[in-house]
């Protein structure tokens, strides 16, 4: 089956190392997003791409870093990890716009502590 | 200003509806609403979307209030398993959706 998968699904890193979280997905959408989730926060945005080549930057993109080179993944770079990135971090894709399809396809969640 | 106002909590019996209210002041007439939930651990996963119309779907009923500023996500059985955190939102054209904080349903067996 088509699936979404992310790694590390758990990673402990040093203030100011850099990390990458890898989102790969098998049913070759176009779109893909990046998402933290902290407790008393809700979802917000960081990145996102609507194909290979194209990265926007959401609500939260300061720190963050996206590149798209193929249609399956879309890494998310933290450049010098902060204590204030500990978080719990989503990616998501959708084949067509969000609007038609209603159906944005979430993966587990990789959860992030920055020491 | 959040796009969506939702209530932090609601608690619910076992095997009763649900009515999970989202209040959405500033839609326009092209914006789409959209409810997902997550389950504890889990990925957001879509319940859904509609425009003008009442809809349903194996999972929910949406109900649109006729201005659409506020609509209401309907669960007609809750389950011990629809314990979750609900998320209503809209965008416009290919927009990214945005969430917000959601509300926590706990249901009691």
């Known amino acids: 089956d088509a699936e979404i998968t992310q790694s590390p699904r758990h990673k402990i890193t040093e203030t100011g190392r850099q990390v990458t979280l890898a989102c790969h997905q098998t049913w070759n959408h176009n779109n893909m997003f990046w998402y933290r989730q902290d407790l008393g926060h809700g979802l917000r945005l960081i990145h996102y791409?609507?194909?290979?080549?194209?990265?926007n930057k959401g609500e939260v993109s300061d720190g963050y870093s996206v590149s798209r080179s193929n249609t399956e993944d879309l890494p998310l770079t933290l450049e010098s990890a902060a204590s204030s990135q500990t978080s719990v971090y989503f990616c998501?894709?959708?084949?067509?716009?969000?609007?038609?399809?209603?159906?944005?396809?979430f993966g587990e969640g990789s959860r992030l502590t920055v020491l | 200003d959040a796009k969506t106002t939702q209530p932090n909590s609601m608690e619910s019996n076992e095997e009763e509806p649900v009515h999970l209210p989202c209040n959405h002041s500033t839609i326009s007439g092209t914006d789409y609403i959209h409810w997902y939930r997550q389950l504890p651990s889990q990925g957001p996963e879509y319940v859904i979307h509609g425009l003008t119309s009442n809809v349903n779907n194996r999972m929910a009923s949406l109900a649109i209030a006729e201005d659409r500023k506020s609509s209401t996500l309907i669960l007609h059985r809750a389950t011990l398993r629809d314990a979750a955190v609900y998320y209503c939102?809209?965008?416009?054209?290919?927009?990214?959706?945005?969430f917000g904080k959601g509300t926590r349903l706990s249901v009691i067996a």
């Open positions: 939102t809209w965008n416009s054209g290919n927009t990214p959706l945005v």
């Open positions: 998501a894709s959708s084949e067509f716009p969000v609007l038609d399809t209603g159906e944005l396809f």
């Open positions: 791409s609507y194909g290979v080549h194209d990265t």
